[in-house]
């Protein structure tokens, strides 16, 4: 291998011994890392599937479930309608995918033509 990372040259067998102190510090501050991020996740995925017993969950599951079988009937009573996802809107699914697509592209043209005009200037030569 050619080319060695930062780590791997900074922690490598023969660095590891003069640098001990920063191997334990380096060590320290990956440990003070997670320790941080567990518990800023772990509250997060606790209450993820819970009905009430928490402050911002205002729903029981037996209020989930009668507005669930709400949600059928409705759905019932209007066959037609759909699902109400406008999917050809601008609004919707297809819309959006063609806005963004567009302006992506567009975007996208716009440096492949720039690219092209810089080469045709190079193969030129330099300009006075």
Not at 78 to 87: A, E, I, M, N
Request: aromatic share 8%; charged share 15%.
């Amino acid at each position: 291998m050619i080319c060695k990372s930062f780590d791997e040259i900074l922690l490598s067998s023969n660095t590891k011994s003069k640098n001990a102190v920063l191997h334990i510090m380096k060590k320290l501050a990956y440990g003070l890392l997670v320790a941080v991020l567990i518990p800023a996740v772990l509250p997060q995925l606790v209450f993820a599937q819970q009905y009430g017993g928490y402050p911002g969950n205002a729903m029981t599951l037996e209020q989930d479930l009668e507005l669930a079988k709400k949600r059928v009937e409705l759905v019932k009573e209007h066959p037609g309608d759909g699902s109400g996802t406008p999917f050809l809107s601008a609004n919707g699914i297809v819309g959006a995918t063609l806005i963004s697509g567009s302006i992506f592209g567009g975007i996208f043209v716009a440096f492949v033509a720039r690219t092209k005009h810089f080469e045709k200037l190079q193969k030129i030569g330099p300009v006075p």
